[in-house]
């Protein structure tokens, strides 16, 4: 009979949790497809004191770069620092072997930034959060 364990919800997990179910499912990953060349990727921008503006992590997987955090402090927009992280990201997954960037967005957020970066649209889901839209983009790599 298979084991129906306690369910338990959090708000707050332990990060070590949520690191132990990231490396048990990139080992599955790994096991179903024989690609084991995951790697994290980050890229900080910090000031003279060390105080953290801008940066965006992801990580990068068979052929593929997926941005999944790109943040810029309020104070310090639209003076190109998302688009020198962009760029560096597009740098260091080509030098990963990377054909391709994916990430999303919201509408709220930054989806006409991305474009002008050359990233296009590849889906919506709409309400998404409630009253918006969470949209997928790409952007091919070129060698």
């Given at each position: 009979?298979?084991?129906?364990?306690?369910i338990s919800?959090?708000?707050?997990p332990?990060?070590?949790d949520?690191?132990?179910?990231?490396?048990?499912?990139d080992?599955?990953?790994?096991?179903?497809?024989?690609?084991?060349?995951?790697?994290?990727?980050a890229?900080?921008?910090?000031?003279?004191?060390?105080?953290l503006?801008?940066?965006?992590?992801?990580h990068?997987?068979?052929g593929?770069?997926?941005i999944?955090?790109?943040?810029?402090?309020?104070?310090r927009?639209?003076?190109?620092?998302?688009?020198r992280?962009?760029?560096?990201?597009e740098?260091?997954?080509?030098?990963?072997?990377?054909?391709?960037?994916?990430l999303?967005?919201?509408?709220?957020?930054?989806?006409?930034?991305?474009?002008?970066?050359?990233?296009?649209?590849?889906?919506?889901?709409?309400?998404?959060?409630?009253?918006?839209?969470?949209?997928?983009?790409?952007?091919?790599?070129?060698?």
């Amino acid at each position: 009979m298979p084991d129906k364990g306690q369910i338990s919800v959090f708000d707050d997990p332990a990060p070590a949790d949520l690191q132990r179910l990231d490396d048990l499912l990139d080992q599955d990953n790994i096991e179903r497809t024989g690609i084991r060349d995951a790697r994290l990727l980050a890229i900080l921008l910090r000031s003279a004191e060390g105080e953290l503006y801008a940066g965006l992590h992801g990580h990068s997987w068979g052929g593929c770069c997926e941005i999944k955090t790109l943040w810029v402090a309020e104070e310090r927009r639209r003076q190109g620092l998302g688009a020198r992280l962009l760029a560096a990201a597009e740098e260091e997954a080509l030098r990963r072997g990377c054909c391709q960037i994916v990430l999303t967005t919201h509408s709220f957020q930054a989806p006409a930034f991305y474009e002008k970066c050359g990233f296009r649209r590849l889906a919506s889901i709409e309400d998404y959060p409630r009253g918006y839209a969470n949209i997928v983009m790409v952007k091919p790599l070129k060698r």
